[in-house]
């Protein structure tokens, strides 16, 4: 089993542990003594007690599955979820039972040991999990760019490096192919293409998805021969300091706006490819140098392509 994860706060591992004892602990109780908490509060004991051992068996299991997110919250963040998740609905059906007055109000101290106490704790645990992601904890060291300019091949085997150093190179970095906004991004450099190219510099595009499936995504926009890096790990993307959104940057208010014009404008979503959190970005290289960039404060931000394609006056 992988060693407890050393940035995650102790508190968050004591937690889980404590969570997955309770959870143990009130399973068995429930699998050995299924009519006790029945006797307790006077109530007429259940007609089939195996079902509330199973209720138990559910609950036990649960407990084994936050002892293992103990040794790693961030990593097991899944496990976290779906147990937050039951501890929200449990207590909303129990409100729904004791409004119909289908349970007496004694029953519903169950909520509070097995569900309410955990909520804010199990909910900074996934804020905590998400920040790691976010900021790509762990992620592995990159190199310098000229090396990932020189690592990063077109399919047909020139490095971007080699491409800046021809001619100014606009390099667009898309979202993942699924979405409306990197279909809008598509038909506008469709559009603009000729300007761009006028203005003295190629085209390049970066992704996340296979050679051969965004070939012929590209190739519904007329962009097929276009040079394109694969970029499924995101090296490039985050050596040019493309980061995943914040929620307010992938679903703020704004970004809904924007994506439900971009939607009804013939901009359809389609499935997910790539990492769905990844912003875009767009920056000119000259020289194997970035010269001019454009990074989305959201994922709706919508560049001006040919003015980004102009190499800046000299000085």
């Not at 129990?94 to 955990?118: H, R, S, Y």
């Not at 080699?162 to 506008?188: I, K, N, Q, W, Y």
């Not at 006028?198 to 519904?220: D, I, P, T, W």
């Not at 000259?286 to 394609?309: I, K, M, Q, W």
Request: aromatic content about 12%; hydrophobic content about 45%; glycine content about 10%.
């Amino acid at each position: 089993m992988k060693s407890p994860n050393p940035t995650a706060p102790r508190w968050m591992r004591h937690v889980l542990l404590a969570a997955g004892i309770y959870n143990v602990l009130w399973g068995a109780f429930a699998v050995i003594f299924p009519t006790a908490i029945f006797r307790w509060l006077e109530m007429p004991p259940p007609n089939y007690p195996q079902l509330w051992q199973c209720i138990g068996m559910i609950v036990g299991v649960y407990g084994l599955g936050y002892a293992i997110a103990a040794f790693d919250p961030a990593r097991h963040w899944p496990i976290v979820l779906v147990g937050l998740l039951g501890k929200i609905l449990g207590p909303l059906g129990m409100v729904q039972a004791l409004w119909t007055k289908e349970l007496p109000c004694g029953f519903a101290l169950n909520c509070l040991t097995n569900d309410l106490i955990w909520w804010v704790p199990f909910a900074l645990i996934l804020k905590y999990a998400w920040d790691q992601f976010q900021n790509e904890s762990g992620a592995e060291p990159l190199p310098d760019l000229p090396t990932l300019l020189a690592e990063a091949l077109t399919g047909g085997g020139e490095s971007l490096l080699e491409m800046s150093r021809r001619c100014p190179v606009l390099v667009v970095f898309l979202r993942h192919s699924g979405c409306t906004f990197c279909r809008e991004a598509l038909a506008d450099l469709s559009r603009q293409r000729a300007r761009i190219e006028e203005s003295g510099a190629r085209l390049a595009l970066v992704h996340m998805g296979s050679r051969e499936s965004f070939a012929e995504f590209a190739g519904g926009y007329g962009l097929a021969d276009v040079a394109a890096v694969s970029d499924p790990q995101r090296r490039l993307y985050r050596g040019m300091g493309l980061r995943r959104g914040k929620l307010s940057q992938l679903l703020g208010w704004s970004v809904w706006w924007r994506g439900a014009k971009s939607f009804f404008s013939g901009h359809r979503a389609g499935l997910l490819e790539g990492d769905g959190t990844q912003m875009p970005g767009a920056f000119l290289l000259h020289e194997g140098r970035v010269v001019r960039s454009f990074l989305h404060r959201t994922a709706a931000d919508r560049p001006d392509y040919v003015d980004l394609s102009r190499l800046p006056a000299a000085p």
